[in-house]
Every structure is written in structure tokens, then in C-alpha cells.
T-cell receptor, first 112, second 113 residues
Framework: SQKIEQNSEALNIQEGKTATLTCNYT??????LQWYRQDPGRGPVFLLL?????KEKRKERLKVTFDTTLKQSLFHITASQPADSATYLC???????????FGRGTSLIVHP | NAGVTQTPKFRVLKTGQSMTLLCAQD?????MYWYRQDPGMGLRLIHY???????AKGEVPDGYNVSRLKKQNFLLGLESAAPSQTSVYFC????????????FGSGTQLSVL
């Protein structure tokens, strides 16, 4: 069966460190993968998209990698700040479908 | 810009009651979606629409109906609410292109007693 796995345990890090979140998938052949941020009581907000033919994408302090051989995407936040504390969701398409499927998300807590 | 607006924000129903959740977007997006989010389950797709007058089932469609009579509106109906439908419901929209990002509303917290 198709699965998208994100670490269900919260990631706790100190301010200034790099946070790395993982998104693994099985039985998918996605054309792209997206990352969203969700704050408590709010809807998810789009952060970055990476296509299957791209290895890495950057936006300010954010970096996403996409390894279709390992079936994994890594999401990095460098120089993390307490304001980065949120839940981060990955989403990928079902191979040719425009409809994304979401992982369960990983909570990031950045301590001052 | 309002973006995606959901109404109501909160609602409490008794088992067996019916209700409609309204989603409106002002970005002229072709695609609209309804997701539910439960603790530990992530976002699960209920129904979606790829254009005015068309709807399709998602991952968890049972117990829900939808309508897209106007391009900017997507309605989610519960005909006979059940406690299992207690959840946070999110509407989203996107353009009709591959790889397009989704814009989400702020959600509706629904409790069915």
C-alpha cells in the first residue's frame, strides 16, 4: 500500500541549530513533493516545492532535498528560531494526479 | 485578499443532525478540496472538485456529500452527523496545473455529540 511517513515524535532543537525533518514514501512515483507549515489552529501554508528531476531547492533559510532512489525528502531549516516552531507537512502527488496526499506531519519545537 | 474563507469556524452538532460547511475562494482557482484532520491521522482528502459542476471522491468520502455549483464555492454536507465525524475540516484551492501549491482556509472545528 502507499505510505507517506513523517516522524511522529516532536523534534526539539536549540535556537541557532539546523533542524532536519524527514519525509519517506513507499509505493509512490511522485512527480513533485511539497512542504507546508501549519501553526496551531490554522490551515497549512505552502513553503517549498521540489520536482522529481531536482536534487535540491533553497529558499532563504529553508532547503529541501529529494532523493527518488531512497524515496525520501529532507527539509532543513538553518539558524532555527523559536518562531520556526510549528508542524511541518510533506505532500506528494499520486503520479500524474494533481491531487496531493499529505503526510501526518512532524512537530518542530525550537527552544530559545 | 481574502483567499480561502470557511464558514462556520466552530460548530457543535447532535448525532443525526445535518449541516453544510461553506468554502469560498476569490482566486479564480479551478481545483477545490475538502480535507479532515484528526490527531495522529494527518490531513485526509474527503472530496475534491476539478471545476464547476464536477466533484470526485477522495480517501474518506463516506458520510459526506459535496457540491460545486459556482466556481468560487465548494460546499461540504453532512446529512446525518456521527461522532466519528468530529474533526477539523479544511478547505483548499489551487490552480489547474501540475505541481500547484494549495491555499488553505483556516478550518472548521466540528464536534458531534
Amino acid at each position: 500500500s502507499q505510505k507517506i511517513e513523517q516522524n511522529s515524535e516532536a523534534l526539539n532543537i536549540q535556537e541557532g541549530k539546523t533542524a532536519t525533518l524527514t519525509c519517506n514514501y513507499t509505493n509512490y512515483s511522485p512527480a513533485y513533493l511539497q512542504w507546508y507549515r501549519q501553526d496551531p489552529g490554522r490551515g497549512p501554508v505552502f513553503l517549498l516545492l521540489i520536482r522529481e528531476n531536482e536534487k535540491e531547492k533553497r529558499k532563504e533559510r529553508l532547503k529541501v532535498t529529494f532523493d527518488t532512489t531512497l524515496k525520501q525528502s529532507l527539509f532543513h531549516i538553518t539558524a532555527s528560531q523559536p518562531a520556526d516552531s510549528a508542524t511541518y507537512l510533506c505532500a506528494l502527488d499520486r503520479g500524474g494526479s494533481y491531487i496531493p496526499t499529505f503526510g501526518r506531519g512532524t512537530s518542530l519545537i525550537v527552544h530559545p | 485578499n481574502a483567499g480561502v474563507t470557511q464558514t462556520p469556524k466552530f460548530r457543535v452538532l447532535k448525532t443525526g443532525q445535518s449541516m453544510t460547511l461553506l468554502c469560498a475562494q476569490d482566486m479564480n482557482h479551478e481545483y477545490m478540496y475538502w480535507y479532515r484532520q484528526d490527531p495522529g491521522m494527518g490531513l485526509r482528502l474527503i472530496h475534491y472538485s476539478v471545476g464547476e459542476g464536477t466533484t470526485a471522491k477522495g480517501e474518506v468520502p463516506d458520510g459526506y456529500n459535496v457540491s460545486r455549483l459556482k466556481k468560487q464555492n465548494f460546499l461540504l454536507g453532512l446529512e446525518s452527523a456521527a461522532p466519528s465525524q468530529t474533526s477539523v475540516y479544511f478547505c483548499a484551492s489551487s490552480r489547474r496545473q501540475a505541481n500547484e501549491k494549495l491555499f488553505f482556509g483556516s478550518g472548521t472545528q466540528l464536534s458531534v455529540l
